[in-house]
């Protein structure tokens, strides 16, 4: 004898369900578990990787798709695997209070481990250990945003560990050629951009070995690259200047 299964019905398992309630109606999406925080860290490119079906539904262990008027209603289009993407990158994941903790916790020694990755104690130029920084975090209490990536999370943890400890983000150190038809001027714009000049040699054209900011690096290189027209050059010599060994508090 054969079930008789309605037409808007789907059964899935193994499923971690991601749920937005947007014009007072619910509505819910069926990922792979583990998936969803891979896809919003930036780590799982792939939507197929991540949803079980390009569908949205009312209620996934029901197996109830919504409609489409509905869908158009809310979202202004009825294209399904639109829809999946913003419900998956601003939805709420439907996990257990257990899952959520282990979750929380797994994002809290990430973000740990790239600011300690990242950063540096300026004066000793030496870095600091995860577990030292993972102390500092909740010496802050600061507390993981599990919708916003680990990156992100570990950039704003540096901005506030600065309010109570030193800490900086580990220099980038360069080499620039600049002709020096553009030199002096250049030298003007590039100077708010630089930490520390290490070396400056002024021939057929200038030379500097310098000190930055690794987020001042792409301003750098597009001003080299537009005001010398590609005849400058920028090269990366160290992605850290960091010491050996671990700093100690």
Known sequence: MSIFTPTNQIRLTNVAVV?????????EIACYKNKVMSWRSGTEKDLDE??????????????????????????G???????????????????SDKERQSQLETMFRDIASIVAEKCVNP??????????????????????KPNKSTKQQALEVIRQLKETM???????RLRL????????????????????????????????????????????????RCETKGRGSLEVLSLKDVEEGDEKL
């Open 19 to 27: 749920r937005m309630k947007k014009g007072g109606k619910r509505f």
């Open 50 to 75: 991540v949803l079980q079906t390009h569908s949205v539904f009312v209620n996934v262990s029901k197996g109830q798709m919504a409609k489409k008027d509905d869908l158009v209603k809310a979202f």
């Open 77 to 95: 289009t009825g294209d399904q695997t639109e829809i999946c993407k913003q419900i998956l990158s601003k939805g709420e994941l439907q996990v």
């Open 123 to 144: 004066d000793t130029k030496r870095p600091y250990t995860v577990s030292l920084i993972e102390r500092a975090m909740k010496d802050i209490h600061y507390s993981v």
């Open 166 to 172: 030193e800490i900086q983000r580990a220099h980038m």
């Open 177 to 224: 050629a600049v002709p020096a038809k553009e030199a002096k001027r250049l030298r003007e714009k590039l100077k708010p951009l630089l930490q520390v000049v290490e070396s400056e040699e002024f021939d057929e054209e200038l030379e500097m070995v310098v000190l930055v900011d690794p987020g001042c690096f792409r301003e750098i290189d597009e001003l080299i």
